[in-house]
């Protein structure tokens, strides 16, 4: 799993929550970093989060369509910003509010 979000205490609350699910999870609190990994690591999903300084998560989420080898890749938009129907039409596979709760991640990681 890939995690983009500038805010670092959500990369470790997931590491946390995922701790028994044999799951790995790399970090980039910045778009630009997190495009570059995600061509880079090829991860099995993306979560992604909104409002970054920079580059945004939704230019962000663009990109990772728009790029044929990061198109295929599952994106869970994870968000203050409640805007699931602009997460879906921008290709996202799953759209969680935050605070995000260790049920609704892996609630979403077993729809994908």
Not at 6 to 16: A, F, H, T, Y
Not at 27 to 34: E, H, K, N, Q, S
Not at 90 to 112: C, E, T, W, Y
């Amino acid at each position: 799993m890939l995690v983009i979000d500038d805010n670092e205490g959500l990369v470790n609350l997931l590491q946390r929550y995922l701790t028994d699910q044999n799951c790995r999870v790399a970090a980039a609190t910045d778009g630009l970093v997190g495009l570059r990994l995600a061509q880079e690591l090829r991860p099995n999903v993306i979560v992604l989060d909104v409002m970054m300084p920079g580059t945004h998560g939704w230019e962000v989420l663009q990109r990772l369509r728009a790029d044929r080898d990061t198109a295929d890749i599952p994106v869970i938009i994870c968000s203050v910003i409640n805007n699931p129907d602009l997460a879906q039409a921008l290709g996202a596979s799953i759209f969680l509010a935050k605070p995000v709760r260790q049920h609704d991640i892996l609630s979403a990681l077993n729809r994908l």
